[in-house]
């Protein structure tokens, strides 16, 4: 592919079903252009609101890979900065889209740019006028609510997947490095890979999930597992993490690897058991709980 390209732009936290629509319009729009996608590093929210700022569904890395698999030729990530927040909509016209040379820009109905976000799609259309067209997108519902990276957020924070599934078409995904941890869960029988919580990042609610692990450092099989979200308040521990337990398996070497949790259901919350026996005999049940909820043996 050659030629100018169809520009599209947004946040695309967790790139969810609205995100992958506009996606599909742009392509359709212009079938042979290169598709560039314009995205933003930190949430500006965090820039301009700080105390504001929503807990991400992604990694920047992660959300630039959902792009590409949906289809996005190149991404361009714009560091947004007081200096950023502070543009004119000219200016950001000029300093993000103008090097682009864009044939088109698809971009959500409500879609706002600027300092203090003076900037609409109306905006746009005149600035670029005679450049470039704008597409605005109506925002993607499931029959009452738009889909958006809050409501997915609200769900993964209730344990909701199968409405994080609904909105986004996709598992809920945390990623880390494996951790070495207080060496419980193999002295109980159920070896766990622990991954620290990432600042920023939004969490499931304390609780045991059934889901699956991956390696990211090459090609590996989706293994199911049960996952611990929280701080083992039987051990009085204090730091939040995920673990994750691989059924049935005991030789994976995972220290220093960096491994996909990926959240199916939510079994329980967080509970401070009695002693290790209480505590032993619970994993047991939800272990069994969680081979029925994804159908493994």
Avoid at 106 to 119: C, K, Q
Avoid at 208 to 226: E, I, S
């Amino acid at each position: 592919m050659a030629g100018d390209p169809v520009v599209v732009i947004g946040n695309f936290d967790g790139v969810h079903r609205g995100h992958v629509e506009l996606l599909r319009t742009a392509r359709a729009a212009e079938p042979g252009a290169p598709l560039v996608a314009v995205t933003f590093w930190p949430h500006p929210m965090s820039v301009v609101r700080p105390d504001q700022a929503p807990l991400l569904l992604t990694t920047l890395e992660a959300r630039v890979a959902l792009l590409e698999q949906a289809g996005v030729d190149r991404v361009v990530v714009v560091d947004f900065t007081a200096e950023v927040a502070s543009w004119s909509p000219a200016e950001f016209v000029e300093r993000v889209l103008d090097p682009l040379h864009p044939r088109r820009v698809v971009l959500g109905e409500n879609f706002r740019f600027g300092f203090r976000a003076a900037g609409t799609v109306a905006t746009l259309a005149e600035l670029g006028a005679g450049r470039f067209v704008v597409q605005p997108v109506g925002l993607v519902t499931d029959g009452a609510l738009p889909s958006s990276s809050t409501l997915i957020r609200h769900a993964v924070l209730e344990g909701d997947f199968g409405r994080v599934r609904e909105l986004s078409d996709q598992t809920f995904r945390s990623t880390g490095v494996v951790v070495q941890g207080d060496q419980r869960g193999r002295l109980l029988g159920y070896p766990t890979a622990n991954v620290a919580v990432a600042p920023g990042m939004v969490v499931p609610a304390d609780g045991v999930y059934a889901g699956w692990v991956t390696r990211l450092d090459g090609p590996a099989p989706r293994w199911p597992a049960a996952i611990s979200v929280g701080t083992n308040p039987t051990f009085d521990g204090l730091e939040r993490r995920i673990e994750a337990y691989v059924l049935d398996r005991d030789d994976l070497e995972l220290y220093g690897v960096e491994i996909a949790i990926d959240f199916y259901a939510r079994i329980r919350g967080q509970v401070r058991f009695a002693g290790m026996e209480a505590l032993i005999e619970q994993m047991h049940h939800d272990v069994e709980q969680i081979r029925h909820v994804l159908q493994v043996s």
